[in-house]
């Protein structure tokens, strides 16, 4: 294993008061610690690969979201999931960088998934209210974003990518 990518996500969105606690700890379990516990697993099979692999290079890439970088309002919780992938993300840069394992995160801006439906009727009408009639990203977007950050050299880490269709504010 030379290539680790976590792009497991959920977003529930809705107002804070009244929120249900256990659709916060659902998102918090997947965005963030599934992320984390993942990238525990996985890396010291990446260390490896960076030191023994033809590669001689290792890519961690976590998928976070244009919400890892400005909180919108009906969105807290999966902001701060969002943040904290961020976060992460740049402080494992920094410990496996020598190492020759890169660490990147994706922040998507809208892709054409079934993510917003697992929200409620109502949240998902002011999503497409809030976006309008854009054109959004598609998942193949997202995967050539993947790709290039990937086949870079060596030499060569891209630690931040945002990727937003060319209509989103």
Known sequence: MDILVNNAGLMLLGPTPGADLNE???MIDI????LMYTTHAA???LV???ADAPR??????????????TAFAMSAVYSATKFGVGGFSEALRQELGRQHVR??????????????????E????????GLGDIERLQSQDIADAIG??????RHVAVNEMLVRPTEQG
């Open 24 to 26: 916060w700890r659902r």
């Open 31 to 34: 965005n963030l610690m599934g």
């Open 43 to 45: 890396g010291p099979h």
């Open 48 to 50: 490896k690969a960076a």
């Open 56 to 69: 001689q290079v290792a890519d961690i890439i976590n998928i976070s979201s244009v919400n890892g970088r």
């Open 103 to 120: 660490v990147s995160v994706v922040e998507p801006g809208s892709v054409d998934t079934e993510l917003r439906t697992h929200n409620s």
């Open 122 to 129: 109502v949240v998902q009408q002011l999503i497409v209210a």
């Open 148 to 153: 290039y950050i990937a086949t870079r050299p």
